[in-house]
């Protein structure tokens, strides 16, 4: 069993910055692909970034240059780093740990981006 737990969402600006955190319950990152997705209201959940095993990132177009995602394999912990904010990137952000076996989510963080 996996837990995840994000945080770091908030209110912000936009064009301003946030980090987000999700810390797994135990060093699962060479076992499973990592990702940050993220709900609108009304909207499906969509991808917004992966990093493998092997430290290769993937990112949504809409996110691309602005977002960053990393790990820190001695906490256990995957981070979004999330600059220039927009307003359409207010929502809730969920971390996921995905195998064959099968997948986790966390609880998510909201994030609205509003002036």
């Known amino acids: 069993q996996v837990q995840l737990v994000e945080s770091g969402g908030g209110l912000v600006q936009p064009g301003e910055s946030l980090r987000l955190s999700c810390a797994a319950s135990?060093?699962?990152?060479?076992?499973?692909?990592m990702g940050w997705y993220r709900q609108a209201p009304g909207k499906q959940r969509q991808l917004v970034a992966t990093?493998?095993?092997?430290?290769?990132?993937n990112y949504a177009d809409s996110v691309k240059g602005r977002f960053t995602i990393s790990r820190d394999n001695a906490k256990n912990t995957v981070y979004l780093q999330m600059n220039s904010l927009k307003p359409e990137d207010t929502a809730v952000y969920y971390c996921?740990?995905?195998?064959?076996?099968?997948?986790?989510w966390g609880q998510g963080t909201q994030v609205t981006v509003s002036s």
């Open positions: 996921n740990a995905y195998r064959w076996t099968g997948d986790y």
């Open positions: 135990h060093n699962i990152f060479s076992s499973y692909l």
């Open positions: 990093i493998t095993s092997g430290g290769s990132t």
